[in-house]
T-cell receptor, first 112, second 112 residues
Framework: KAGVTQTPRYLIKTRGQQVTLSCSPI?????VSWYQQTPGQGLQFLFE???????NKGNFPGRFSGRQFSNSRSEMNVSTLELGDSALYLC???????????FGQGTRLTVV | GESVGLHLPTLSVQEGDNSIINCAYS??????FIWYKQESGKGPQFIID?????DKRQGQRVTVLLNKTVKHLSLQIAATQPGDSAVYFC???????????FGQGTELSVKP
């Protein structure tokens, strides 16, 4: 069974640009969550999608958005990039509530 | 932001010794807890979980203890090996779908 796949693995963007990250969950998992990981703030929850609907949202500005497709694949978008958006962005999928979340390898975003 | 606290940022142990990593949480409504291991350049990897109706759960070389009275969680690793060197995170689910609140992480270093 394939794990959670995130693409691309690495990205370098310029301030003011926008970026789209992709996540393919484990087959059969309908919940996809996104997290931002930085040395200073640790792992911070961005949002969760379930059956193409946003079910939960973290405390991030509106520049961070996401969506989920009918095949459960998810994308997140960050517009008007800032230097502080440099981070490892992790995607996780769950089969059901209150079960372990399986993480992908992450996308390392660097904003210059 | 929301977080589950960790008592120690770093822990160094001798190979073969037992390791104990601690975690405090603040929300008494949390009903599901997970320990993750993250190696450099990788996403978090599930180690063990525990539900709030339990106070102890054992896996292979790992044990998680939950003390709801003082809102404390611990991960015990028996016979620690060099391959156990990583950052360990506790995470809690507060009944909000797949959303996890992570602790800041403890870096475990195993000396041969």
């Amino acid at each position: 069974k394939a794990g959670v796949t995130q693409t691309p693995r690495y990205l370098i963007k310029t301030r003011g640009q926008q970026v789209t990250l992709s996540c393919s969950p484990i087959s059969g998992h309908r919940s996809v969550s996104w997290y931002q990981q930085t040395p200073g703030q640790g792992l911070q929850f961005l949002f969760e999608y379930f059956s193409e609907t946003q079910r939960n949202k973290g405390n991030f500005p509106g520049r961070f958005s996401g969506r989920q497709f009918s095949n459960s694949r998810s994308e997140m978008n960050v517009s008007t990039l800032e230097l502080g958006d440099s981070a490892l962005y992790l995607c996780a999928s769950n089969s059901a509530m209150n079960t372990e979340a399986f993480f992908g390898q992450g996308t390392r975003l660097t904003v210059v | 932001g929301e977080s589950v606290g960790l008592h120690l940022p770093t822990l160094s142990v001798q190979e073969g010794d037992n390791s104990i990593i601690n975690c405090a949480y603040s929300n008494s409504a949390s009903d599901y807890f997970i320990w993750y291991k993250q190696e450099s350049g990788k996403g978090p990897q599930f180690i063990i979980d525990i539900r709030s109706n339990m106070d102890k759960r054992q896996g292979q070389r790992v044990t998680v203890l939950l003390n709801k009275t003082v809102k404390h969680l611990s991960l015990q690793i028996a016979a620690t090996q060099p391959g156990d060197s990583a950052v360990y995170f506790c995470a809690e689910n507060r009944g909000q779908g797949g959303k996890l609140i992570f602790g800041q992480g403890t870096e475990l270093s195993v000396k041969p």
